[in-house]
């Protein structure tokens, strides 16, 4: 597509990075001429994001995305790779030694707002730098932050001025775990300025690569999200992710199952308590998720015909997702029943028989609990 150059440099998206062209109003990177006068230039899809919470679909692929951030393995550089602890696994983004090259990373573990009061930093800090070895990741220091809260955002740029040793910065991850978010909050620190870079719920916002002027020259530079397609976000209509996506402290829910009940998670999962006895389970996930309870013999027949309805948020359409089943005894005491990208369930005593349902795709794992 041709950019539009002014004085012989492309002019980019100041929201998202995307490079702005005057010409198709229905292309990606559009912005009406009189924009690019402003000291901001915001295309239009970024205009749309920010005051209408819409979202314009682009023709990007999963490749061009990589290809952007493959350039990144040839600079000398910091990585500051972002997780979302309430969805680590899943936001991980396996393979970050193939673009990041040899360059030293350091991790932060962001959305610490979510968690229950009740995990504690400490122990949540040495378990992602546990995570991350067992993910074959040496990170040069692991931190805890919340971009939308501001906690702890200071420390955090603080030791990337330290680590960077003068260097540019990358800050990298998958789609969706506030790598915007952060750094407009150090932004806001530096300049005072707020919100600048475009943010949203929405896998896939950042298109290309926004670059922030340190004051010794270097930069730290925004990526686009690499999408994880297992997420559980990738398997609902776009306007379920606000009740999929806890925004606020995760509440959690006790329930006292007996053996042969069923727990739905809106029309998403699915946890069969098989065997074991009377005992509680404890629930995490976003607060705005109904939790349904039956009994295992009428689950089929329910997920079947009321999918999308009594038990929503269910796939695209409101149609049932295909899920898949797991069966486990648990074997220890305090274990997670994790279940990707919608949260988890705490058993806090071994012994019990239990299966979890997942879209086909989703995954669902066991973890010693972090609580
Ligand atoms: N609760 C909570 N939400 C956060 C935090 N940081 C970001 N978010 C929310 O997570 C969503 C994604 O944030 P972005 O900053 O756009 O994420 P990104 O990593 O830049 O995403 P892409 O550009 O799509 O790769 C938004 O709805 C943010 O408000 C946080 O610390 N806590
Ligand atoms: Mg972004």
Sequence with gaps: MGGTTVNNEQIT?????????????????????????????????????????????????????????????????????IVDIFDFNGSWLPGLHRFAGKNPVLLIGNKSDLLPKSVKREKLIHWMRHEASQLGLKPVDVLLTSAAKGNEVHEAADAIEHYRNGKDVYVVGCTNVGKSTFINRIIKEITGEGDIITTSHFPGTTLDMIAIPLSDGRALIDTPGIINHHQMAHFVEKEDLKVLLPKKEIKPKVFQLNEGQTL??????????????????????????????????????????HAGELLKPAGKDGKALELVRQEWTIKEAKTDIVFSGLGWITVNEAGAKVAAYVPKGAAVTLRKSLI
């Design 13 to 81: 998206c100041d929201g998202c990075g995307v490079a702005i062209q005057t010409a198709n109003p229905d292309s990606l990177g559009y912005a009406p001429a009189s924009a690019l006068e402003k000291e901001v230039v915001v295309c239009k899809r970024c205009f749309r994001l920010k005051h209408y919470n819409e979202v314009q679909d682009v023709e990007l692929t999963d490749d061009d995305f990589l290809k952007i951030l493959n350039t990144i393995g040839d600079t000398e550089s910091l990585i500051v790779k």
């Design 264 to 305: 739905f998670f809106g029309g998403l999962a699915r946890f069969d308590y098989i065997s074991g006895g009377r005992r509680s389970f404890i629930c995490h996930v976003s607060n705005e998720i109904d939790i349904h309870r039956t009994k295992i013999e009428k689950a089929d027949d329910l997920y079947e015909n």
